[in-house]
């Protein structure tokens, strides 16, 4: 008698024989590894770049500079988002939640783009992964 179990990752095959010996053979699937981690790779860069997007518009706005500074720091596709500006931490930490121009700009963007669109973000990397 044999019973195989089939999965993505690979197989298990149990025997046993007359004698009553169990034997059981786990085969891996060489493609498993590659085929996951590209997809990882996809929805990684998908995720950072949905942070920047999101992020932009509730960044304090000046000369651009600051926005443009997480473009720069950030690698996509690594899960790291750095605003790399000298005084991003300042603007990030030190300042009003709003601006007089923009309501929408000021201190601890990503945190309030998080409540306003995480849910999206996942639902996206969801269907990559």
Do not use: H
Not at 23 to 52: G, H, I, M, Y
Not at 61 to 67: A, I, R, V
Not at 75 to 90: D, K, N
């Amino acid at each position: 008698m044999a019973i195989q179990i089939k999965t993505p990752r690979g197989q298990i095959i149990q025997t046993t024989t007359r004698g009553g010996e169990v034997r059981a053979e786990l085969t891996w699937n060489p493609n498993f590894a590659p085929a996951r981690t590209k997809r990882f790779s996809r929805a990684q860069v998908f995720v950072d770049s949905e942070v920047l997007r999101y992020c932009s518009a509730l960044i304090p706005f000046q000369t651009g500079m600051l926005d443009k500074s997480g473009k720069l720091g950030t690698v996509i596709g690594s899960g790291l988002v750095q605003y790399i500006a000298p005084y991003a931490a300042e603007q990030y930490y030190n300042t009003a939640t709003s601006r007089s121009y923009d309501a929408n700009r000021g201190s601890k963007w990503f945190e309030r783009m998080k409540v306003s669109y995480k849910q999206d973000i996942l639902a996206g990397a969801q269907k990559l992964v």
